[in-house]
């Protein structure tokens, strides 16, 4: 069974930085895309940004330009640098784990504050 824990959540102003990590149990992560989705209240869960088990990316509109994700093979890890947050950026963050099953973390808040 692979779990994923996400951390790195948490207040943070309009127009600053942080970074969510998720990390993956198991031996699977190195063969998996991974991906991070966010749910804001009262909306529907929402792609953020992909990345294959070879390291190409992709992101929603809405963040290109603003988040960055990477991997870290030997530390199944994937990471979410987040800049120039909005207040529209609050929500719940989730990482997904694809290819090899398909396992989904428990969520982590981001807050904005305007």
């Known amino acids: 069974q692979v779990q994923l824990v996400e951390s790195g959540g948490g207040l943070v102003q309009a127009g600053g930085s942080t970074r969510l990590s998720c990390v993956a149990s198991?031996?699977?992560?190195?063969?998996?895309?991974m991906v991070w989705f966010r749910q804001a209240p009262g909306k529907q869960r929402e792609f953020v940004a992909h990345?294959?088990?070879?390291?190409?990316?992709n992101y929603a509109d809405s963040v290109k330009g603003r988040f960055t994700i990477s991997r870290d093979n030997a530390k199944n890890t994937v990471y979410l640098q987040m800049n120039s947050l909005k207040p529209e950026d609050t929500a719940v963050y989730y990482c997904?784990?694809?290819?090899?099953?398909?396992?989904w973390g428990q969520g982590t808040q981001v807050t904005v504050s305007s």
């Open positions: 997904r784990s694809y290819g090899n099953g398909d396992y």
């Open positions: 198991g031996s699977i992560f190195r063969s998996n895309a």
């Open positions: 990345i294959t088990n070879t390291g190409s990316t």
